[in-house]
């Protein structure tokens, strides 16, 4: 593999790690799903990439569904959710930007650590794409952790979903028919979170999930 | 008897007869000039002996006396290392005394602090010296004990004793750590000369005891967090210039300590304990620097601004052994240089801020920032030695602080070549941990200065001060000048360090001062180098070029008016910015997670009479985790075994025969 | 040796005198952006011209540190600025400061215009510093550990070795380096005193960091103070262009076609980067001042993240 071929595919990967990291510190929702978008953006081109590099014409197709239904349906469905909710101006972080974003460099060095050491002899790409997904999967995570809101919930599953199908396409071994499914199920996931959203707003009035807590007894 | 070792032993012994003298004749008016005078004249005859030693012969000469235990005998020797400390000790020592030649003048309790002063001075060069674990406990101790007498002298003020007792408790902990490690070193043939513990390699289990032993004993008395809790109470308590000895000298005697066991005696280090030497490091370093921050205390402030910089010359140490560790000894020269180079530098700044901090006290009588301001009207060479001090400490070009973290920040920049994942991933976080100490540290001291010397006169007290007496000014003037020639000529300094990096790291740096134009090339030239000297010529002349302009082509007109301030009238000095409010941003940027620091305010409703109030408050965490815990369960303890005083002597028989019987069970069942 | 010297004075000289065009030209472009006619191209000259005529008013209390900071600051500045490749790169006296000594250089500058703030002892003096260097205090560290990436990437500090390393081919697109780079832009707004972080055009109180701290300036000091303030924006432009934008840049003694080549492309770049910020500030909005702190954070945040990347994967 040549330098440059390289040198792209491992700045599209490292470019989702560092959206990632924005998607952290964003607080405001609209702009969350902006970044969130431009995640799926880069996780398409990442895809197509590695459709080229590798010569696998079903990566293609990936990249389509990332493009299609990650960057455009997905976040204008949470925007007209926001709206209909009229939660656009919430701002919301339950832990300080501070310590988040210290959190998110432990996690990126620990996934980095890991996966360098546990693959020394697979190519470097692979063991590089590897260690990004890793991180963004971890990343995702905390951010669904360090939110309150439910939108933003989503949001931090979506781009952990995205992490996977990065670790996917750069193993070169899950098949179409398993990522469409991936895929159909996150629609589904998202379509179900939506109601779901719509639900707890009628009962409480709000989308911070903190109020399902009060619901159970479980806030002190 | 080498001639060399025997002249710096007969120093010692010559400052404890300036202590006997001045035990005897400390009430007499002309006591105070008489021990300095001695000090300083013997101070001088040391420094000049062992820099002679350090620049001429590298070579290494010992010499055993018939004191202390009678089998043993007391060893000392001088090699590189302890020349090097040696020069750092009495060059501090020299012009300590030569400050106390004129703030002694101004102490009420002469005959508390001078006895000591000498001995304290004794106790440090011993150390330094000492070649066997007895001699080197028993200076140490003795350094430790005088310099708590000198904590204690004004022991009338409750708080200063509390500050005593705190000392004491951590010396003796810290000793016994000492202990603990030499007997380790020493292993089951108990060899308690150095020479013999060099040859004898321990295993890697007792090797790690003896590094943690030792960042526990060494660590406490250079101020390691979280040991660090006596420091910023003990050293400000002493008399100014005993607190410029304490943090700028002592603390390196402690340094001096730790290397001469893990680098010289412990033999290969394993790489973890790089590691944890560098992280111990980082810590300390931002957590010094952030708790300076907070203070309003000026003395205080420069205690808490010594941890950082031990942090900064452990962590250059940590990178140290871990280049050593892993074989890479022109790396670990440059790491190891550069920590020696900072305990120079630090020695430097730190005892001519304590000088500035003394004067201000002789001066105005206050300690506290909050009622200082404008003394650089009242004060004028005090405040200009304070500022160089103030840049140098903040590492800033081209003063010597800044020559030193350069040298530290090249080493960083050598360790991607380290093979460890764990090293690979601290060092860039330690990176970033002392850039931050770094620039905390320039906040830390715009503050000290600009509060302290700048604005308007916040008390009556700085309206009646007035400029110190010679001897002070003529002592904080040569650091002064010090500080600057370090930073511009820091090739002489690298090639004198050559001698000790070299028999303990196996590599030296590259000669600096056939560099062209006196710069330093760490590694080499396109990779980076540094030019003090011109930096400080283009600063000047670009400076000067400026103004000449400026006075040749533009108007010169000038008129003195009330100030502006953007029209509001702003009659009382109260309204300034003080200590506190200064550090307030900074406060709640990083005091959430340094200090678990809470803000309350308690504004009256409108029309209300009573004045609105902001509460601050704040933890020290350190404090609160290490040793209230340990505190709590020895108070546990004592409380569960006082009625053990009460009980008849029939049953203090049973107890002391049951003892016996234990003992003799534990020595019988043993394997 | 003489044509080296005459490269590196021209270079001195070129920055003190572009840089309060560079100014001119971004506030030129931020007006003509929101529809306004805007001030001349040369008015910021005409401004510091009119300032050296102009008389001191000191304040009462002011002292000799008052009046001696504007001419260090100025001097640290352009020191720092000199030592930037502009046009060309293996200037002659490039080796007695690296990336390091430019950092702290502006550290020393902006130490000293923190203290001369607090001189005059007015409560906005003291806002100004106390902002200032809870700015500084994150935004320096951020910008070493820039610095950390780039030589770990160069093998060097020495900004002559980075600037031609960047311009070879081997360095490959590397995602520490954008993560370096968004770093620095953040690094670069906040130092000077750019929107979002602060407003150069505000004199409302309790928005304004830098001008407060020159609040009590005037007259010729306040002239040096803003020319070093042009300086620096100067200097950061050219920092970034050499390093991230290093075409065209003149290897040294290479005869003046190659140079005409360097002041071209340099003229380019810092027309593109002026109206680059031109855009950005007028895109966004200033933050409160407590959002700052989460701002530089990040800018730390990612320039570690750079650097511990590149500490990692140097070992692939």
């Given at each position: 593999m040549n330098g440059l071929t390289f040198d792209i595919a491992h700045l599209l990967a490292g470019s989702l790690v560092l959206i990632s990291f924005m998607m952290l510190y964003q607080d405001r929702l609209f702009a969350l799903i902006n970044v969130f978008a431009l995640h799926a953006v880069v996780l398409a081109l990442s895809v197509a990439w590695q459709a080229y590099i590798q010569d696998a014409h079903h990566l293609y197709i990936t990249a389509a569904i990332a493009l299609v239904f990650k960057a455009i349906v997905i976040p204008v469905g949470l925007h007209r959710i926001i709206q209909r909710l009229g939660i656009h101006r919430d701002i919301e972080t339950a832990v300080g930007i501070g310590p988040t974003m210290l959190a998110g460099i432990g996690l990126v060095t620990l996934s980095m650590v890991l996966m360098l050491r546990v693959t020394p002899e697979a190519d470097p790409l692979a063991r590089e794409d590897l260690a990004f997904a890793l991180s963004i999967i971890l990343l995702g995570l905390l951010v669904m952790v360090t939110r309150r809101n439910a939108v933003s919930q989503v949001v931090g599953f979506m781009s952990l979903e995205n992490g996977l199908v990065l670790a996917a396409t750069g193993a070169k071994g899950m098949p179409l028919v398993v990522e469409i499914s991936v895929a159909f199920s996150i629609l589904i996931a998202f379509i179900v979170i939506g109601v779901f959203l719509f639900r707890i707003r009628e009962r409480f009035d709000s989308v911070d999930i903190g109020a399902l807590d009060d619901y159970r007894g479980e806030r002190r | 008897m080498n001639s060399t070792v025997a002249l710096l032993l007969c120093g010692p012994a010559a400052f404890l007869a300036t202590t006997i003298m001045a035990a005897g004749a400390s009430r007499l008016a002309a006591a105070t000039r008489l021990v300095y005078g001695a000090t300083l004249v013997i101070s001088a005859v040391l420094l000049a002996t062992a820099a002679g030693h350090l620049a001429g012969n590298p070579g290494e000469a010992s010499a055993t006396l018939p004191l202390g235990l009678p089998w043993t005998g007391a060893r000392f020797r001088l090699d590189g290392l302890s020349a090097f400390f040696l020069v750092v000790v009495n060059l501090g020592g020299t012009i300590t005394s030569l400050y106390g030649l004129g703030y002694g003048r101004h102490e009420s309790l002469p005959h508390r602090v001078l006895p000591f002063y000498p001995a304290f001075l004794a106790g440090m060069n011993l150390v330094v010296l000492a070649n066997d674990a007895f001699s080197f406990l028993l200076s140490w101790e003795f350094m430790s004990l005088a310099s708590w007498a000198l904590v204690m002298a004004h022991h009338r003020d409750e708080a200063n004793r509390r500050a005593g007792y705190i000392y004491l408790v951590m010396a003796s902990f810290g000793t016994m750590a000492l202990l603990l490690a030499f007997g380790l070193l020493a292993g089951p043939a108990g060899t308690y000369a150095f020479d013999a513990m060099r040859t004898a390699h321990p295993g890697p289990f007792a090797a790690g005891a003896v590094l943690v032993l030792m960042l526990l004993g060494a660590g406490s008395k250079a101020g390691l967090v979280p040991l660090h809790a006596w420091l910023p109470l003990a050293h400000p308590a002493a008399p100014s210039h005993v607190s410029a000895l304490m943090s700028g000298i002592m603390t390196k005697v402690a340094i001096y300590g730790f290397v001469r066991v893990v680098f010289d005696l412990l033999g290969e280090p394993a790489w973890w304990s790089g590691v944890a030497v560098l992280l111990i490091g980082g810590v300390t370093a931002v957590l010094g620097i952030l708790h300076a921050l907070m203070e309003k205390d000026l003395k205080r402030l420069l205690a808490y601004s010594t941890i950082e910089n031990i942090g900064v010359i452990f962590a250059s140490l940590g990178l140290a052994l871990a280049f050593k560790a892993n074989g890479m000894p022109s790396a670990a020269a440059l790491a190891f240089t550069a920590a020696l180079f900072h305990v120079l530098n630090h020695s430097f700044f730190k005892s001519l801020l304590f000088f500035g901090a003394g004067a201000v006290l002789t001066a105005t009588g206050e300690r506290d920032m909050e009622k200082l301001g404008g003394l650089i009207h009242r004060l004028p060479v005090t405040s200009f030695v304070f500022l160089i001090g103030c840049v140098s400490i903040s590492a800033l070009?081209?003063?010597n602080g800044f020559a030193s973290e350069w040298l530290v920040f090249q080493a960083i920049l050598r360790s991607p070549e380290l093979p460890q994942w764990g090293l690979k991933v601290i060092v860039p976080a330690v990176g970033g941990m002392l850039a931050l100490s770094a620039a905390l540290a320039a906040a830390c001291f715009v503050k000290a200065f600009g509060i302290t010397f700048l604005g308007?006169?916040?008390?009556?007290a700085v309206e009646r001060a007035h400029e110190v007496d010679r001897w002070s000014l003529a002592a904080m003037a040569v650091l002064a000048a010090f500080c600057l020639l370090a930073g511009i000529l820091p090739g002489f300094v690298i090639d004198s360090l050559s001698t000790v990096t070299l028999p303990l790291v196996g590599e030296r740096m590259p000669v600096q001062m056939a560099q062209p134009w006196l710069s330093i090339v760490p590694i080499a030239e396109s990779r980076s180098s540094y030019n003090g000297l011109l930096v400080f010529v283009f600063i000047t002349i670009s400076a000067s070029l400026a103004a000449f302009f400026i006075h040749r082509f533009a108007s010169h007109a000038l008129r003195r008016d009330i100030a502006w301030g953007c029209g509001f009238p702003d009659a009382v000095p109260a309204g300034q910015y003080t200590a506190v409010s200064f550090a307030q941003p900074i406060r709640r940027v990083f005091g959430g997670f340094a200090f678990r620091s809470r803000e309350t305010v308690d504004m009256p409703a409108p029309g209300a009479l009573e004045p609105a109030r902001l509460k601050v408050e704040m933890h020290d965490v350190a404090w609160e985790i290490f040793y209230q815990p340990i505190t709590g369960a020895i108070d546990f303890a004592t409380e569960r075994l006082n009625h053990l005083q009460f009980l008849t002597i029939r049953r203090y028989l049973t107890l002391v025969f049951l003892y016996l019987v234990i003992l003799l069970l534990v020595l019988a069942l043993w394997p | 040796m003489i044509s080296q010297l005459a490269v590196q004075g021209a270079q001195m000289l070129a920055v003190l005198l572009l840089a309060p065009l560079l100014i001119g030209f971004v506030r030129k472009v931020k007006a003509r952006l929101v529809r306004r006619q805007g001030p001349s191209l040369i008015q910021p000259y005409r401004d510091l011209v009119r300032l050296m005529r102009k008389e001191v008013v000191l304040a009462d209390n002011a002292s000799w540190l008052f009046r001696v900071t504007p001419y260090l600051i100025f001097a640290a500045t352009w020191v720092a600025a000199a030592l930037v490749p502009t046009f060309a790169t293996g200037l002659e006296f490039s080796w007695t400061a690296d990336l390091i000594v430019i950092v702290a250089l502006l550290g020393s500058a902006r130490f000293f215009q923190a203290l001369a703030g607090m001189d005059v002892g007015t409560s906005f003096g003291g806002l100004g510093a106390s902002r200032e260097v809870m700015i500084a205090s994150l935004a320096e560290p951020a910008m070493l550990l820039t610095v950390f990436s780039l030589a770990l990437l160069a093998g060097a500090t020495q900004l002559s070795t980075v600037a031609a390393f960047m311009g070879?081919?081997?360095?490959?697109?590397r995602v520490s380096l954008g993560m370096s780079l968004i770093a620095l832009v953040m690094v670069a707004i906040a130092e000077n005193a750019r929107i979002p972080v602060d407003n150069p055009a505000t004199h409302l109180e309790l928005t304004m960091v830098h001008e407060a701290m020159i609040l009590e300036y005037s007259g010729r000091h306040l002239a040096m103070i803003e020319l070093a303030t042009f300086l620096k924006l100067l200097l950061y432009m050219s920092l970034i262009s050499c390093v991230?934008?290093?075409?065209?840049?003149d290897s040294g003694g290479t005869g003046p076609k190659s140079l005409a080549i360097g002041v071209a492309t340099y003229l380019c770049k810092l027309t593109v980067l002026a109206i680059l910020l031109a855009v950005f500030e007028t895109a966004v909005a200033k933050m409160r001042v407590f959002r700052v702190p989460d701002f530089l954070g990040a800018a730390l945040m990612l320039a570690l993240l750079g650097t511990l990347l590149l500490f990692v994967s140097r070992s692939l």
């Open positions: - | 070009p081209p003063f308007r006169a916040r008390s009556a | 070879s081919p081997q360095v490959g697109l991230f934008l290093p075409w065209g840049l």
